[in-house]
Nanobody, 119 residues
Framework: QVQLVESGGGLVQPGGSLRLSCVAS????????MAWYRQTPGKERELVAS???????KYGDSVKGRFTISREGAKNTVYLQMNSLKPGDTAVYYC?????????????WGQGTQVTVSS
């Protein structure tokens, strides 16, 4: 069973930075896609950033130019560097890994880490 463990969340002032980490129990290069999502109460989970196996990245419109997703295969870790944080970035951030099998896709989720942007 794949396990994803996030860390790095916390309280930060507007304009500040945080780096989230997601450590996988197996090789991250075995996943087709790894991504960060976020969710606030009463809203659907939204895609923040993703990175596919060839290294291409994708970002949600609200974080483009401020957030950067990256990976370190030797450490089975995916990062989310968050700069110029805004109160609207406050959410629980979840790590996601997607695998494709002949029978269909399979998703894995971490437990989430809280990010609060407030003065």
């Amino acid at each position: 069973q794949v396990q994803l463990v996030e860390s790095g969340g916390g309280l930060v002032q507007p304009g500040g930075s945080l780096r989230l980490s997601c450590v996988a129990s197996g090789s991250i290069l075995s996943f087709n896609t790894m991504a960060w999502y976020r969710q606030t109460p009463g809203k659907e989970r939204e895609l923040v950033a993703s990175i596919i196996v060839d290294g291409n990245t994708k970002y949600g419109d609200s974080v483009k130019g401020r957030f950067t997703i990256s990976r370190e295969g030797a450490k089975n870790t995916v990062y989310l560097q968050m700069n110029s944080l805004k109160p609207g970035d406050t959410a629980v951030y979840y790590c996601n890994a997607l695998e494709y099998y002949p029978s269909g896709p399979k998703e894995h989720w971490g437990q989430g880490t809280q990010v609060t942007v407030s003065s």
